[in-house]
């Protein structure tokens, strides 16, 4: 935790893939001093139907979930960094947004499984 979820419109993938994107923004947010880069996970979902009525054909959104006790000005610094990275990598996609949400301790819950030691 925090995650990362891209949500594009298929096929407005980036040239490259996501992997460069990935790597851009575990960087932004770990620049902010928001977040540990070992905490982060990303993922990217393609979207194959779609609808926008502003005229754009193509979108990228990313959600970013991350347990609440940040502050107003830090999930913003988060939010602008993370559009700079997407702007960058993804010039030809028209519509980019980002949305910073928090999520309640009392409410998420996960469970890692321990790796066995290596030997």
């Known amino acids: 935790m925090p995650h990362f ?3 594009y419109s298929e096929p407005a993938a980036p040239s490259t893939g996501f992997s460069e ?3 851009a923004l575990c960087e932004a947010a770990v620049g902010t001093g928001v ?11 393609p979207y194959r139907d779609f609808q926008l009525n502003d005229g754009s054909e193509s ?3 990313l959600t970013v979930s991350l ?3 940040r502050t107003a000005d830090q999930k913003e610094a988060l ?3 993370c559009r700079a990275v997407l702007v ?4 030809e996609i028209d519509a980019i947004s980002v949305d910073i949400r928090d999520m309640h301790p009392q409410a998420y819950k996960k469970r890692v499984k321990q ?3 290596q030997s």
Do not use: S
């Open 5 to 7: 979820v891209i949500e």
């Open 21 to 23: 994107v990935f790597e």
């Open 35 to 45: 977040m540990k880069r070992e905490d982060i996970k990303l993922r990217a979902v």
């Open 59 to 61: 979108f990228l959104h």
């Open 67 to 69: 347990l609440e006790g």
């Open 79 to 81: 939010g602008i960094a």
């Open 88 to 91: 960058e990598h993804c010039p």
């Open 115 to 117: 790796k066995a030691p």
